[in-house]
């Protein structure tokens, strides 16, 4: 998955000049970014091969179901409800793709990320989110 984000981000990235070290152009950032996430995907896979170890696990269709569902309904909700639900929405959901899931941690844990969230992209960065719909 590295490798291929990253063999596609530099592919994109050539339509845009790259600049200089010193002078970067906007192609610059995203080569760069790009070619380490390639570089960390080779690593990762010959460090994989290289050790032979089998991995036992199965997939969980719960959470190939829910994750990507909420990743949508963030996006949905960013427009329509705010960053404050849509965020909600995003942490709790994935956790609830756990098998692990207990709701009073998730509940919790997504009380104090939101408010991260909020204090740090939206107060520190400026984000121009809205908090809340009509806010």
């Known amino acids: 998955m590295l490798i291929a984000t990253g063999l596609a981000v530099v592919m994109i990235a050539r339509a845009y000049p790259f600049g200089t070290s010193?002078?970067?152009?906007?192609?610059y950032f995203p080569t760069v970014l790009g070619g380490i996430l390639v570089?960390?995907?080779l690593y990762l896979l010959v460090q994989?091969?290289?050790?032979?170890e089998a991995i036992d696990g199965n997939w969980s269709l719960r959470a190939?179901?829910?994750?990507?569902?909420?990743l949508?309904?963030?996006g949905v909700l960013m427009d329509r409800a705010g960053f404050i639900p849509a965020l909600a929405v995003l942490i709790f959901g994935s956790a609830a793709a756990s098998t692990e899931f207990r709701l009073v941690e998730v509940v919790l844990l997504t009380v104090a990320l939101t408010i991260f969230s909020v204090a740090l992209f939206v107060w520190g960065l400026g984000l121009p989110y809205p908090l809340l719909a009509g806010f």
């Open 22 to 27: 010193l002078r970067m152009g906007p192609g």
């Open 48 to 52: 994989g091969l290289r050790s032979g």
């Open 72 to 74: 949508v309904l963030f």
């Open 39 to 41: 570089l960390f995907g």
């Open 64 to 70: 190939l179901i829910v994750v990507p569902l909420s």
